[in-house]
């Protein structure tokens, strides 16, 4: 390599980390993590009883008075309202434990 190309590289190398180094990455407010943007659909749902501490806020969601039937974390007032929310299908729904009871689909 000669001179001039050595010189004309170290100057390109110059400009291209010159124009990079001073920006910053855009701000937005969007979650970082899955448990914050769970965190802040929650609240805006109004799900959350506003307690701060390790267990704060309602482990299931739905109708939180009178949860007697659960599909995943989803609390339900009647089996037929379970089970139609666990979509079985052709196969029927199983109902197991208590307080509140789990609502599976049949294998």
């Known amino acids: 390599m000669s001179f001039r190309s050595t010189w004309l590289c170290s100057i390109a190398l110059a400009a291209g980390l ?11 407010d969007e979650p970082k993590t899955a448990r914050e ?12 009883d506003g ?5 704060g806020g309602w482990r299931y969601t739905g109708e939180r008075n ?3 039937f659960l599909v995943g974390r989803r609390c339900f007032k009647t ?8 979509q079985c299908g052709k196969r029927s729904c ?5 307080g509140p ?5 049949a294998k």
Request: proline share 4%.
């Open 79 to 86: 089996e037929t309202a379970a089970c139609a929310a666990a």
């Open 37 to 48: 943007k769970q965190r802040r659909e929650a609240a805006a749902k109004g799900e959350t």
């Open 101 to 105: 009871a789990t609502v599976r689909c």
């Open 51 to 55: 307690s701060a501490g390790k267990w």
């Open 66 to 68: 009178e949860c007697f």
């Open 18 to 28: 010159a124009s990079g180094c001073g920006s910053e990455p855009p701000r937005t």
């Open 94 to 98: 199983e109902v197991s434990g208590g």
